[in-house]
């Protein structure tokens, strides 16, 4: 069966500092992989996905960045983090099998003091 | 599209009453509707979908309506329970987009 980790699941970083998210998922190959965020009491914003190592498509112009460097690896990262990076990052995985469902990580909750 | 700046819509039920979660999806030829529920500080869980051929599908508690004339999507879940309070999610697939356009969801909370 398929599983998708996410790590750290919770993390409290300064501003200006730098993150780096992890997310892989075991069981399953090239799969779509995305990553986004949610703000609190808000809905999900699609940051990043990626259909294939080094493949990487931006939805939002922003300070964070993504990279695929493996096939069942995603990483969100910053150089400096903003104060509105803060909230739940959540990576999320897909094979198309004749549905288009997405597979939920647990989440990192980022907080940004 | 996207509405992530928007504080969530919520309802508010009676334990044992039936629910009714509504969607407007924006995409006259989305093919493939998911809803996704989502307890506090968890990721979203599959709950139900339905392809664009279909007008109901039914699942256990849950049943999906689709109605491709006004572009809406409920979601029906029969005898609420606590443990259904959560924040639900509709989904929807635009053939060649390679990711699922999300809903901004709404907060469900049972009162027991």
């Known amino acids: 069966s398929q599983t998708i980790h996410q790590w750290p699941a919770t993390l409290v970083q300064p501003v200006g500092s730098p993150l780096s998210l992890e997310c892989t998922v075991e069981?399953?190959?090239?799969?779509?992989l995305y990553w986004y965020r949610q703000a609190a009491g808000r809905g999900l914003q699609l940051l990043f996905y990626?259909?294939?190592?080094?493949?990487i498509s931006s939805e939002v112009p922003q300070n964070l960045s993504a990279s695929r460097p493996q096939d069942r690896q995603f990483i969100l990262s910053s150089k400096k983090l903003l104060l509105s990076d803060s909230g739940f990052y959540l990576c999320?995985?897909?094979?198309?099998?004749?549905?288009?469902?997405?597979?939920f990580g647990p989440g990192t909750r980022l907080t940004v003091t | 599209g996207e509405s992530v700046g928007l504080h969530l819509p919520t309802l508010s039920v009676q334990e044992g009453d039936n629910s009714i979660i509504n969607c407007a999806y924006s995409?006259?030829?989305?093919?493939?509707f998911i809803w996704y529920k989502q307890e506090s500080g968890k990721g979203p869980q599959f709950i139900i979908d339905?392809?664009?051929?279909?007008d109901k599908r039914q699942g256990q508690r849950v049943t999906v309506l689709l109605n491709k004339t006004v572009k809406h999507l409920s979601l029906q879940i029969a005898a609420t329970q606590p443990g259904d309070s959560a924040v639900y999610f509709c989904?929807?697939?635009?053939?060649?987009?390679?990711?699922?356009?999300f809903g901004t969801g709404t907060r469900l909370t049972v009162i027991p």
């Open positions: 999320a995985w897909s094979v198309f099998r004749g549905d288009y469902e997405q597979y």
């Open positions: 069981g399953t190959s090239n799969p779509n």
């Open positions: 990626s259909v294939g190592i080094g493949q």
């Open positions: 995409n006259s030829a989305s093919d493939y």
């Open positions: 339905i392809r664009s051929n279909m």
């Open positions: 989904a929807e697939n635009i053939p060649g987009a390679n990711n699922l356009f």
